[in-house]
């Protein structure tokens, strides 16, 4: 997930703080979804927005882009205030950068010609990092990267054999941020410890040492979201799917917990394995009704919430 902000001037980003007119805010260029969690404005939304990467574009890129991140967020009337820095770790984008990942990005047809805020749920670093416009030890450097540093690993837990950590909840995800902070936000919400691999530290471990490390609890959700696309081999109609990482988590976490303490919550159209059907599957539907279901298994495996 990113901020998207396109200013007419190429002097916009000379000095901060930056005011665009509210309709022009997490409205245009922005999936519904995205945009009915941030329009409001809300405590949650400003925090939320803060924590994202920003991209600083000019329209029709008539400087050099950059990243960054929105410090500050102040409400006024019909605007929408916000102070912003640069992160000196990462270099210039230059002119024409933003165009070239037009798809990568989700990039609108006439979107580069207007002035708003737009937020993508796309993956910017690793898309920059694939490009080529940032390198691994930038991104290591950059206030992004030490962010995801946690100041400490989440307590271990230990347990002896047969009994099960009640406190803490594994979430299995893709690159559906949305369904992920939706998740993390309702665990934390019941009085339990979400545990989010890509944000704990590695300590020299491998990603599969990092799961069977931190997996050390009573419950897993796996979020099947629709982030790939596949098909059989000559096959004309492709089929939304997981990623593969999180088929394979999935698997793992039946293994090492059992069926009944791992639920998948399917969000849209997606695919699932067939060779772990009868498994728990609830649907991540836009009235909430999953936060109940998944209250239901939660308790059926012993958490008090």
């Not at 590695?202 to 997996?215: D, L, N």
Request: net charge negative; with cysteine.
């Amino acid at each position: 997930m990113f901020n998207l902000i396109i200013s007419y001037s190429p002097d916009s980003w000379n000095s901060s703080p930056f005011e665009l007119d509210r309709s022009r805010v997490a409205i245009e260029y922005t999936a519904n979804e995205i945009s009915e969690r941030y329009k409001f404005f809300d405590e949650k939304a400003i925090e939320e927005l803060k924590s994202f990467p920003t991209l600083f574009v000019t329209e029709d890129e008539s400087v050099e882009s950059r990243i960054g991140y929105v410090t500050n967020i102040r409400l006024r009337q019909s605007s929408v205030v916000f102070s912003f820095e640069f992160d000196p770790a990462f270099p210039k984008l230059p002119i024409g950068a933003i165009e070239a990942l037009r798809v990568d990005i989700d990039l609108g047809g006439w979107e580069l010609s207007r002035t708003h805020w737009a937020i993508k749920d796309e993956p910017l670093f690793e898309i920059l990092l694939r490009r080529g416009y940032i390198t691994q030890h930038q991104l290591d450097s950059s206030r992004w990267g030490a962010a995801q540093q946690p100041d400490a690993d989440p307590p271990f837990i230990p347990t002896p054999p047969g009994v099960f950590n009640t406190s803490q909840v594994f979430i299995v995800h893709g690159h559906d941020d949305i369904a992920k902070l939706e998740m993390s936000a309702f665990i934390s919400s019941v009085g339990l410890q979400p545990i989010i691999l890509h944000q704990q530290a590695s300590s020299g471990r491998t990603i599969i040492e990092k799961i069977e490390h931190y997996s050390n609890v009573g419950f897993g959700v796996v979020l099947y979201t629709p982030c790939d696309v596949g098909s059989k081999v000559g096959a004309l109609a492709s089929n939304y799917r997981a990623r593969q990482n999180v088929v394979f988590e999935h698997g793992f976490l039946i293994g090492k917990l059992s069926r009944a303490r791992v639920c998948a919550v399917v969000k849209g159209n997606v695919e699932t394995p067939n060779d772990i059907s009868g498994v728990v599957y609830v649907s991540m539907d836009h009235e909430g009704q999953w936060k109940q279901q998944l209250l239901l298994e939660l308790r059926g495996a012993g958490y008090y919430v």
